[in-house]
C-alpha cells in the first residue's frame, strides 16, 4: 500500500528467550527477519525539525490511505505521508473501518453485535453537559471524565444526570470515530520529505 514501509531495510530481530539450568532468561538462538521500523523514528524528527503547518482532514466513507494521497499530493508515492503524519505503524487497524467491516470486527472481539451494546466498557462523569448553539453562544461539547464503579454508584443516587455508561460498542464506534480526523502535511513539503526518505534509506 505504501512505499514507506516497502523501502525501509531489514534487519534480523532476536525475539525469544529461555530458562536455563540456573533458572535465568537467556537469548535463545532464534531470529527473525523483520522490517526495520527504527527508520520511522529517524524520519519523524526530520518532519518535525522542518514542518511549519499540518492540514486537517476528515476521511470520508470508505476512503484508502492511498485514495487521499492521490487526492491531496497527486500521487498514492505519498502515501507514507499520511501514515507518518498520523503516527499510523498497522494500516488496518489503525484506519478508520467502516460498515461491515465495523460490524464485523466489534462482532469478532465481542461475540456479537448485541453482546457489545449490552456489556459496559467504562463508567464516566459529566462534567460539562452539551449546550446547542445559540445566537449569541458558541457550541459547547459534552465533557466527561472516567470513574470507578463506586464512583458511578455514588452518582446514580445523588446526580444521576451526570452519571454515564459507557458500553463497548459505544466505545469501540466513538475510538473509530477519531480515526477519521486526521492531519496530512501541506502538499508544499511533499517532495522535501520524500527526498528526506531517500537520504535516510541511503545512510542505513
Known amino acids: 500500500m505504501s512505499q514507506y514501509f516497502v523501502n525501509l531495510p ?3 530481530y532476536k ?9 535465568n532468561q537467556i537469548e535463545k538462538v532464534h531470529e527473525k527477519l523483520v522490517t526495520d521500523i527504527t527508520l520511522r523514528t529517524r524520519l519523524n524528527k526530520t ?26 499530493y497527486g500521487d498514492v508515492k505519498y502515501t507514507w505521508l499520511v501514515f507518518l503524519a498520523n503516527n499510523i505503524f498497522d494500516p488496518i487497524f489503525d484506519w478508520p473501518m467502516f460498515g461491515d467491516q465495523f460490524d464485523s470486527y466489534v462482532a469478532s472481539k465481542y461475540g456479537s453485535i448485541t453482546e ?10 459529566i462534567i460539562q453537559s452539551f449546550q446547542p448553539a445559540t445566537d449569541t453562544t458558541p457550541r459547547i461539547e459534552q465533557r466527561s471524565i472516567e470513574v470507578d464503579e463506586l464512583r458511578f454508584q455514588g452518582l446514580q443516587i445523588l446526580s444521576p444526570d451526570k452519571a454515564k455508561t459507557v458500553t463497548n460498542y459505544q466505545y469501540e464506534y466513538d475510538y473509530n470515530e477519531k480515526k477519521k480526523n486526521i492531519v496530512l502535511i501541506e502538499d508544499i513539503y511533499a517532495e522535501e520529505l520524500q527526498q528526506n526518505l531517500r537520504e535516510l534509506l541511503k545512510n542505513v
Open 47 to 72: 518532519v518535525k525539525s522542518k514542518l511549519l503547518s499540518y492540514y486537517k482532514y476528515n476521511v470520508g466513507f470508505n476512503q484508502r490511505p492511498d485514495s487521499i494521497a492521490h487526492e491531496y
Open 10 to 12: 531489514t534487519t534480523y
Open 116 to 125: 457489545a451494546q449490552n456489556s459496559v466498557h467504562h463508567y464516566e462523569e
Open 15 to 23: 525475539y525469544d528467550y529461555i530458562t536455563n539450568s540456573a533458572g
